[in-house]
DNA sequence: GGGTGGCCTGTTATTACTTCA
DNA sequence: GATGAAGTAATAACAGGCCAC
């Protein structure tokens, strides 16, 4: 099924759950829960209308400077705005928008899905900058017909999802690391077993591998940016024989040496007695 | 020092899709 | 093949903490 006649159906009402427009509306209630007398059992999902009601009628805002009541509800006139006039936008954007149904009890969240222009015009965004000040993040909510607050929690699952991917990646890249170092140690460890017992055999002619022919050994390879903080000095790490052997790493490290002082590049698998 | 806002991280809830009897 | 329940992945929304201002 096409997801798209799926967030068509129904969806056009554009009432929205929790509420209180920019910045971390969820938080700042909580704030204003704790600060004012409000009842703490209060449930914290509420329709964005009721929410804003209580909100403007001075209870919840009772802690906010004057600049910032006055631009919370400058969003929140905005927003009331936007669901009444989200029909006619729904029809372009094609009916997530700006939020949801109101339940039969009115306690339960729905969960939107974005259409995909809403979620290409979002990742388009994302690709140019991965953060939003306040004015990018309102313009490109009212481009969506969506709540500055929705494109806010979009932008924050998105960076979420984008370390969770790098996390991944890396990862999976240490995981080969390991496996060819164990095979590098393994192959080390042959060749000093063949070394000691050369030491009972006639001269040895010049080894087969010259320093030029030979592969560095994998950890030289490492990009820089799996050099990190040694966990024991809390040092950037200088491995001697990756500085001394590899262009890269020379760059690097005159990039972030400190003024006047040495340090080495960490490298997870080397570590050990360096430090 | 406390208030506020932005961001991160972890969690929850919902939706869409897949599998299987 | 059609169907509904169960399982799963994706993700919107939320909560709480941290940090800078």
């Not at 920019?22 to 999902?45: I, M, N, T």
């Not at 729904?90 to 339940?103: I, K, V, W």
């Not at 006639?202 to 080894?207: D, G, N, S, T, V």
Request: glycine residues 8%; aromatic residues 4%; hydrophobic residues 30%.
């Amino acid at each position: 099924m096409a997801q798209e006649e799926v967030h068509d159906a129904g969806l056009a009402l554009g009432l929205s759950l929790g509420g209180g427009g920019g910045g971390d509306s969820s938080r700042r209630r909580r704030r204003e829960a704790s600060s004012s007398q409000q009842c703490p059992l209060e449930p914290s999902l509420t329709l964005s209308m009721p929410d804003d009601a209580a909100t403007l009628s001075g209870g919840g805002v009772s802690s906010m400077s004057a600049v910032k009541r006055e631009r919370a509800e400058e969003e929140e006139e905005e927003e009331a705005a936007e669901m009444v006039s989200s029909t006619a936008l729904q029809a372009a954007f094609g009916g997530a928008g700006a939020g949801a149904e109101e339940d039969d009890d009115g306690s339960t969240r729905k969960k939107l899905r974005l259409t995909k222009e809403q979620s290409a015009l979002l990742e388009d965004r994302f690709k140019e900058h991965s953060t939003l000040n306040p004015k990018q993040k309102v313009a490109l909510a009212k481009q969506l017909n969506l709540r500055p607050r929705q494109v806010e929690v979009w932008f924050q699952n998105r960076r979420a999802r984008t370390k969770l991917k790098q996390t991944e990646v890396d990862c999976e890249f240490l995981k080969r690391c390991c496996e060819n170092l164990t095979e590098e140690n393994r192959r080390l460890q042959r060749e000093l077993h063949e070394l000691r017992a050369l030491k009972f055999a006639p001269p040895p002619p010049p080894p087969p591998l010259s320093a030029a022919a030979a592969p560095p050994p994998f950890y030289m390879q490492l990009p820089a940016a799996t050099l990190t903080i040694c966990p024991s000095c809390e040092r950037l790490g200088g491995s001697t024989a990756a500085n001394a052997t590899n262009n890269t790493s020379k760059a690097v490290d005159s990039d972030v040496r400190p003024k006047g002082g040495t340090h080495h590049f960490f490298n997870p698998f080397t570590h050990s007695a360096a430090c």
